[in-house]
């Protein structure tokens, strides 16, 4: 059974950093082709595409928001992990991970986590 | 960046079949998805590169197109299928559409 679940900060302030863990269970990211993506959606507005990494470290960011975003991972512990620097208020959303299979499309996802920029 | 073009909301009676158009601004081959969102909830994936069943997705949904256009079928529409609808490019870069919300009339 696939699960992701997303963790965060809840709030946090402008300029802030935002660091976000996705910890899942039922795959590996050891896996051939496998990955895990970050996607964010602000309340009441569409999904927002961030950033994937790969089974092999292969990392791949969304080009508008490049130089703010770090993803990374720690296979042994299940989890993945995504670093926003400098954010602002249009940083306030709900942030989901999910799994991406075969390099193509994300096939399970978390529940999301609900970020909160403010001053 | 490949831009996701969809209608914003289409108006729908459960029995009917409803067509939802998503444009890319330039080819994405096959690799186009489709994901289900309902309120509150997590996007569910319901189809894959442009054409295939997600797993335990009932055969009413369907996708077809390549190239820059792509549709997603319903048919027939049931209540539960009342959701927001997005695509999803893989080709060049990720990107996804604003998302169509399907509305009973």
């Known amino acids: 059974q696939v699960t992701l679940k997303e963790s965060g900060p809840g709030i946090l302030q402008p300029s802030q950093t935002l660091s976000l863990t996705c910890t899942f269970s039922?795959?590996?990211?050891?896996?051939?082709?496998?990955?895990v993506g970050w996607i964010r959606q602000p309340s009441g507005k569409g999904l927002e595409w961030l950033a994937n990494?790969?089974?092999?470290?292969?990392?791949y960011y969304n080009p508008s928001l490049k130089n703010r975003l770090t993803i990374s991972k720690d296979t042994s512990n299940n989890q993945a992990f995504l670093k926003i620097t400098n954010v602002d208020t249009a940083d306030t959303a709900t942030y989901y991970c999910a799994r991406a299979p075969n390099w193509d499309y994300f096939d399970y996802w978390g529940q999301g986590v609900m970020v909160t920029v403010s001053s | 960046d490949t831009v996701l073009t969809q209608s914003p909301a289409l108006a729908v009676s459960p029995g009917e079949r409803v067509t939802i158009s998503c444009r890319a601004s330039e080819s994405v081959s096959t690799l186009m998805h489709w994901y289900q969102q309902k309120p509150g909830q997590q996007p569910k994936l319901l189809i894959y590169k442009a054409s295939n069943l997600a797993s335990g997705v009932p055969a009413r949904f369907s996708g077809s197109g390549s190239g820059t256009d792509f549709t997603f079928t319903i048919d027939p529409v049931e209540a539960d299928d009342i959701a927001t609808y997005y695509c999803h490019q893989s080709w060049n870069s990720w990107t996804f559409g604003g998302g169509t919300k399907l509305e009973l009339k």
């Open positions: 990494i790969w089974w092999d470290d292969d990392k």
């Open positions: 039922g795959f590996s990211l050891s896996t051939y082709g496998m990955g």
